[in-house]
């Protein structure tokens, strides 16, 4: 079974993000990982290392020949303050949604999956926190 990958996207205003601020960065954040992963593995590498989440920039991980695309369902995106990864919880405001997941490995599809993607919104950038496959 390989391992959900775990995004974030992050922005930092004083105020609260909306529920329009969090679509607007998933949107982007997603449609730019997609260009990336259509590219190949060297453009999507490049994607996560740029947009990974600056308290967890030591943690890219090299997916050698793997892409990793996301096609969010948007309608489930919400709220989830109660979210840590690697037992600290990121800066930012936490947001869910739910995902499906196609892992292509040399170009061929080699895993469908659903699960949920956590998104961070600080300082109206999106970032994220780059899959790991194990």
């Known amino acids: ?33 997609t260009t990336a992963a259509r590219s190949g593995p060297q453009q999507q590498a490049r994607f996560f290392t740029a947009t990974q989440h600056p308290d967890f920039a030591d943690r890219v991980c090299d997916l050698g020949s793997t892409t990793v695309e996301f096609d969010p369902a948007l309608s489930t995106l919400r709220p989830d303050p109660e979210f840590t990864t690697a037992g600290q919880v990121p800066r930012g405001s936490v947001w869910v949604v739910a995902v499906e997941v196609t892992i292509r490995e040399q170009g061929r599809i080699t895993a469908h999956q659903i ?6 919104l600080l300082r109206g950038e999106a970032r994220g926190f780059a899959p790991c496959l194990s």
Do not use: K, W
């Open 1 to 33: 079974m390989t391992a959900l990958p775990v995004i974030a996207l992050v922005s930092g205003c004083s105020s609260a993000p909306t529920d329009s601020d969090a679509r607007e960065a998933a949107v982007q954040y997603f449609a730019e990982n």
């Open 115 to 120: 699960g949920s993607q956590h998104l961070v």
